[in-house]
């Protein structure tokens, strides 16, 4: 019997351990990047040729998910009238499907320009 509860609860624990949840970029109109903040757990990307900027027109350009052996991060790209920038996370998430045709295959990875509720990633 105490054999049957281990196989049971085996199960159970590697379910949980192949659970992930979907994520968006933030929204600039809604989030702290209206005011120029990124929101929490998202940074401004060292490498952004501009600051994140408070500015009632900006929106979504692109999102990036970085791949090096596993996705091991992703960048989320806003254009405002002071130019582009951009923010990232640095997560572990799952690679696209290549069925999932949002996202495109580059060299250092995926990209989609679809739109916010279409560049949905799923972090591990």
């Not at 254009?79 to 499907?97: C, F, L």
């Not at 290549?98 to 250092?108: F, K």
Request: glycine share 8%; aromatic share 16%; with cysteine.
């Amino acid at each position: 019997m105490k054999r049957y509860h281990f196989i049971i609860f085996s199960f159970f624990l590697a379910h949980l351990m192949t659970l992930s949840y979907a994520v968006n970029c933030p929204d600039p109109q809604t989030t702290s990047l209206k005011w120029g903040i990124p929101p929490p757990p998202w940074e401004e990307n060292p490498y952004s040729p501009n600051r994140p900027q408070g500015d009632k027109d900006t929106y979504f350009l692109r999102a990036n998910i970085l791949i090096a052996g596993y996705g091991q991060g992703v960048v989320c790209t806003y254009r405002n009238s002071a130019g582009d920038y951009s923010i990232w996370w640095q997560v572990r998430t799952k690679i696209p499907s290549r069925l999932d045709y949002n996202w495109i295959d580059t060299l250092g990875g995926f990209v989609c320009t679809q739109g916010l509720e279409q560049c949905q990633f799923y972090t591990i």
